[in-house]
């Protein structure tokens, strides 16, 4: 067997982490929150092995912290670790927040996913109709206000020399910008590491500095 065949398929990339670093991957049980800053290291760590490029490695990294099993380890109290397992800086309650949001979001999809696999149930049966007081107070009880989601917003930048590494800024990847840390500069190019840990290369328009 080749020791030097190039892995491709994001689980054996993981799987070869898992063996490399266990105290901080691994593919069973608890996972661990990730050191931010942590691929940098981890492209460095492995620039003489052949078997992974740092693309199948960054698309590796974002397939393990956008899994469920990852998402709720970002829990109170939890502490992130490097490489080696060292244990580093305790998660804010940002980031658990936002871990929080997008497994609820990935779970939400995944049920629709399920339900549009299911046979249409059938609308022959005729529904009992529910008591008029029962509604009334139903409709009574959803008229509360539903509390509203505080949404960042920052300052468009206009010269990529305004940004430095490690600057908090929001990234719009999404409807709502999201929040992350530059983690590398290269022209028009900005790579960020958002707060779920992964990190996403964008445009300078699509970066918002912190007011």
């Known amino acids: 067997m080749n020791s030097t065949a190039k892995l491709t398929d994001n689980k054996a990339i993981i799987a070869l982490l898992a063996e490399q670093f266990p105290q901080c991957f691994s593919l069973k049980g608890e996972a661990k929150p990730l050191k931010i800053g942590l691929f940098q290291e981890l492209s460095e760590r492995l620039a003489e092995d052949e078997r992974v490029s740092k693309t199948q490695l960054r698309g590796a990294i974002r397939h393990y912290t956008t899994s469920w099993r990852y998402l709720r380890c970002i829990k109170a109290g939890a502490k992130r670790v490097d490489l080696d397992g060292n244990l580093g800086d305790e998660l804010t309650q940002e980031h658990i927040e936002h871990a929080q949001q997008?497994?609820?979001?990935?779970?939400?999809?995944?049920?629709?996913?399920?339900?549009?696999?299911?046979?249409?149930?059938?609308?022959?049966?005729?529904?009992?109709?529910?008591?008029?007081?029962?509604?009334?107070?139903?409709?009574?009880?959803?008229?509360?206000?539903?509390?509203?989601?505080?949404?960042?917003?920052?300052?468009?930048?206009?010269?990529?020399?305004?940004?430095?590494?490690?600057?908090?800024?929001?990234?719009?990847?999404?409807?709502?910008?999201?929040?992350?840390?530059?983690?590398?500069?290269?022209?028009?190019?900005?790579?960020?590491?958002?707060?779920?840990?992964?990190?996403?290369?964008?445009?300078?328009?699509?970066?918002?500095?912190?007011a």
């Open 102 to 210: 997008t497994l609820a979001e990935s779970q939400a999809k995944a049920k629709q996913r399920e339900a549009a696999k299911k046979p249409a149930e059938s609308t022959d049966k005729p529904r009992k109709a529910k008591p008029a007081r029962a509604k009334v107070a139903t409709k009574a009880r959803s008229s509360k206000p539903a509390k509203a989601t505080k949404v960042e917003t920052g300052v468009k930048v206009e010269d990529v020399s305004a940004l430095k590494i490690d600057q908090k800024v929001l990234v719009t990847v999404a409807k709502t910008p999201m929040n992350g840390t530059i983690v590398d500069i290269a022209k028009s190019d900005v790579k960020v590491q958002l707060t779920s840990g992964m990190v996403v290369k964008v445009k300078l328009d699509q970066i918002l500095a912190k």
